[in-house]
């Protein structure tokens, strides 16, 4: 049926019935619901009236308001109401005022409040303009009435205590029913926005469990009754669960070292979690149903939500990649180790056992002390990565102290046999001492590249000169040389590993250009800083600069 302000839904052709048989449309059901409660009214008046009063049937009148209505009735039935315009509906509640007017002609309005049933409908589901003209027509039929049967001021005053509680009816209708569909409209509005946040809410759930199954990092929600809230697809692969009985264990089983004993079915990380443990990077061994071993590294996350009961993240990283590569790095390290310490031992050997020889000249004697240390240095070096490899860190508690200016003496003995052969002077202006903080070894390691890239890149007939002033806080350690230097555009990109200066890689010495970045790394490591200046051309500066040994006896 129809509203004040809007058309109601459509529907299918047909009479009261769709074609294929389907229930009445709305507007259908809505005429014959108000029709027929009329009509149902007027026809129990009827048979009360044909039992206490038959004589009104004498009345034209009254027997032509009771066909009316019954005739709007019939027609209600019948009339397929959805092929017809809004506006014919209301034919029939202002069909039923004349009926009821008609009922009530001559008889002191007894059966006026039939009028409220019209009155009603159309205050209920009508414009203003409409439920005003049903009032004037019922105020029409009233002045009739009361005109051609005038009985005096008792009839006329039942008469205005008639129109104005129908008034008073329609004006309460009028405005419940306006309040009820803004109220509806507002309903709509509100249910239109929920299901939009709705679906936009579900739109997010969808992508965060397509960037969830995405990763291959094994991911289980657990609510804090350790009941499974959520797996992703790489912890179902992995543990073989199956998505509809998440709870019962999969077909993987854990154990806490490779081929050892299995794990506890209390002491697997999904029970600890569902028992809402928290930890962090646990290791366990996975045998999968595939038959392969995985190296697990499994932590816990406790998720706290304002608008949701508190859950565990149970985080599962395949770390098989990561230990097989470490184990290849140790086999790698140890087997380089093993090949170069037999060569080395052979070196230190033969070179100490010359040198127990007395009749070498100084000469011959300095050049072999040079190649024992050379090779005592490097054989440190090689017990220095073998340990790392393993994971093995020396102390760092106390800061090692060592003199620069012997180290770097120490160096030059080693280098200038190199800088002769190339007919490049070393000018040594160190100081006779300078005492800073930092381990012997790995600054000597910094030095020989220093020089070495001195001498490699200065041409025949070059200078370099090392120098070194020292300050309450730090020693200062210049090395320049007069080589072919640096463009300023390569300066920035020195320190990156494998990199080579345009003027480096136009010149047929050798590199690998992971000098500089160690030398750096070197420096830094033992609390001091690396500076590079450069001219194409014209020649390097390289300045370490080391903090000075007062610094620690005062720490």
Same mark, same amino acid.
């Given at each position: 049926m129809a509203s004040a302000r809007s058309v109601p839904p459509a529907v299918v052709a047909g009479g009261a019935q769709d074609e294929d048989g389907a229930s009445p449309s709305s507007r259908t059901r809505s005429v014959w619901l108000l029709q027929l409660v009329l009509g149902a009214s007027v026809v129990i008046t009827v048979l009360l009236v044909q039992a206490l009063e038959p004589s009104l049937f004498s009345l034209w009148s009254f027997s032509s308001g009771v066909g009316v209505v019954i005739a709007l009735t019939a027609v209600a039935i019948v009339v397929p109401w959805h092929r017809l315009p809004r506006s014919a509906v209301a034919a029939v509640p202002f069909g039923d005022i004349v009926g009821i007017g008609l009922l009530s002609f001559g008889t002191d309005l007894r059966f006026g409040f039939f009028w409220v049933f019209p009155i009603i409908w159309i205050a209920t589901h009508f414009a203003l303009a409409h439920l005003v003209s049903a009032l004037g027509a019922v105020g029409t039929?009233?002045?009739? $009435?009361?005109?051609?049967?005038?009985s005096g001021p008792v009839t006329a005053l039942r008469l205005i205590v008639v129109l104005l509680s129908l008034t008073f009816i329609a004006i309460t209708s009028f405005l419940s029913a306006r309040q009820t569909r803004a109220f509806k409209q507002l309903l709509r509005r509100q249910a239109s926005r929920l299901q939009g946040t709705l679906q936009r809410v579900s739109g997010q759930e969808r992508r965060v469990s397509q960037m969830l199954n995405g990763l291959d990092t094994g991911i289980a929600r657990l609510s804090a009754d350790g009941e499974v809230l959520a797996l992703n697809d790489t912890y179902v692969d992995l543990y073989g669960v199956e998505r509809d009985e998440p709870q019962r264990p999969g077909g993987a089983v854990e154990y806490a070292n490779l081929r050892g004993e299995p794990l506890p079915e209390s002491e697997r990380p999904f029970a600890r979690a569902a028992r809402g443990?928290?930890?962090? =990077?646990?290791?366990?061994?996975?045998? =999968?149903?595939?038959? =392969?071993?995985?190296?697990?590294?499994?932590?816990?996350?406790r998720l706290i939500s304002s608008d949701e009961a508190e859950s565990t993240l149970l985080i599962v990283h395949d770390i098989t990649a990561l230990i097989e590569s470490e184990r290849a790095r140790e086999r790698l390290a140890a087997t380089v180790s093993h090949e170069l310490r037999n060569p080395?031992?052979?070196?230190?050997?033969h070179a100490d056992l010359a040198l127990d020889d007395p009749g070498l000249s100084p000469k011959v004697r300095d050049q072999l002390e040079v190649i024992a240390g050379a090779g005592e240095r490097m054989q440190t070096l090689i017990s220095e990565i073998l340990a790392n490899s393993r994971g093995v860190f020396k102390d760092q508690s106390a800061p090692a102290t060592a003199d620069a200016s012997r180290i770097i003496a120490s160096s030059l003995a080693s280098f200038r046999p190199a800088a002769g052969a190339r007919r490049v002077n070393v000018i040594d202006e160190l100081p006779p001492s300078a005492?800073?903080?930092? $381990?012997?070894?790995?600054?000597?390691?910094?030095? $020989?590249? %220093?020089?070495?890239?001195? %001498?490699?890149?200065?041409?025949?007939?070059?200078?370099?000169r090392i120098s070194g002033e020292t300050s309450p806080d730090d020693v200062i350690l210049r090395f320049a040389d007069t080589g072919i230097g640096i463009h300023p555009d390569d300066l920035a990109r020195v320190f990156d590993p494998y990199f080579r200066a345009q003027s480096v890689r136009d010149s047929p010495t050798p590199g690998t250009g992971l000098g500089m970045g160690i030398i750096r790394t070197i420096v830094e490591e033992q609390g001091g800083s690396l500076f590079l200046d450069s001219e194409l051309g014209v020649g390097t500066t390289v300045t370490v600069v080391l903090p000075v040994r007062a610094e620690v006896d005062a720490a």
């Open positions: 039929l009233i002045v009739v $009435d009361a005109t051609v049967n005038a443990e928290q930890f962090d =990077d646990e290791r366990v061994w996975l045998f =999968d149903t595939h038959g =392969d071993w995985h190296a697990l590294s499994v932590s816990t996350r080395l031992t052979a070196i230190i050997g005492e800073v903080v930092g $381990d012997a070894f790995r600054l000597r390691q910094a030095f $020989d590249n %220093i020089l070495s890239n001195a %001498i490699k890149y200065t041409p025949a007939g070059g200078t370099i």
